[in-house]
């Protein structure tokens, strides 16, 4: 799949967009912990299950943000350049992540 022409490998994220991720992200690490934690302590199946419930919905929103990111930023501004290929590219996304 092609990269569009803003995003590359150095994706173009301010220092707030990043800790909004990285806080996210430390979140849901957290809670992946706790339901280990919840392994170790013997909790009930519904409980557990519960708990991975919720960490799959975090991912799912974070996932949904950043989509939301990509076709705000490197989407539209390919549009603008009339660089149609990148439809295309976010159709594979689409596919590949659902």
Do not use: P
């Not at 092609?2 to 994220?13: E, V």
């Not at 919905?57 to 705000?72: A, V």
């Not at 290929?85 to 594979?92: G, H, L, P, R």
């Amino acid at each position: 799949m092609k990269k569009c022409k803003g995003c590359t490998l150095s994706k173009h994220r301010s220092e707030e967009e990043k800790a909004k991720i990285v806080k996210r992200l430390n979140i849901i690490e957290g809670q992946i912990k706790g339901i280990k934690q919840m392994i170790d302590d013997d909790r009930c199946c519904d409980d557990v299950l519960i708990q991975i419930s919720a960490v799959s919905k975090s991912l799912k929103s974070l996932g949904n943000s950043m989509l939301k990111s990509h076709l705000e930023l490197c989407l539209a501004e390919d549009l603008k350049n009339k660089e149609f290929d990148s439809i295309d590219d976010v159709i594979e996304l689409l596919g590949r992540i659902n």
